[in-house]
């Protein structure tokens, strides 16, 4: 492909931007810190059907680790409060515009427990039933 920006370059280097963004793990007062990967499997005692299959913990907050995830140019950010949700998403922002690349403030959403569709599908966590979990598929 020559020197002209090919997919595989693109791909390449928003991968590394999002190493950059989340820093290192072990760092108490990296946002996105977490000390535990606990698998949350069918079939063993401490099943619990509400919680992702894997995930990261944070041990110090005793709560799931922040995230966030990309589908194609809309970033979206993950955390236990609105206010830790609104830290990750300046924290990816800046880090990204940093790094030369865009980040559309007007797609951003603010912090919700019952978020709109994104990337296919959406889950809905009810604060009247905390156990509860709803799971639409969009076609």
Not at 8 to 13: P, S
Not at 46 to 59: A, I
Not at 68 to 83: A, K, L, N, S
Request: one cysteine or more; a neutral charge.
């Amino acid at each position: 492909m020559g020197f002209k920006p090919s997919p595989f370059i693109c791909i390449q280097t928003f991968a590394w931007s999002e190493k950059i963004n989340f820093g290192d793990h072990f760092e108490i007062f990296n946002p996105f810190y977490w000390d535990k990967v606990v698998l949350n499997l069918l079939g063993t005692e401490e099943y619990d059907p509400t919680m992702p299959r894997v995930y990261c913990w944070n041990s110090l907050l005793k709560v799931m680790a922040c995230f966030f995830g990309t589908y194609i140019d809309v970033i979206r950010t993950g955390g236990p409060t609105e206010r830790a949700c609104k830290a990750k998403s300046r924290r990816v922002a800046s880090r990204l515009n940093y790094l030369g690349q865009q980040d559309a403030s007007r797609k951003r959403e603010q912090p919700s427990k019952v978020p709109r569709a994104w990337a296919g599908a959406k889950c809905c966590a009810l604060e009247e039933e905390e156990d509860t979990m709803i799971y639409e598929g969009l076609t």
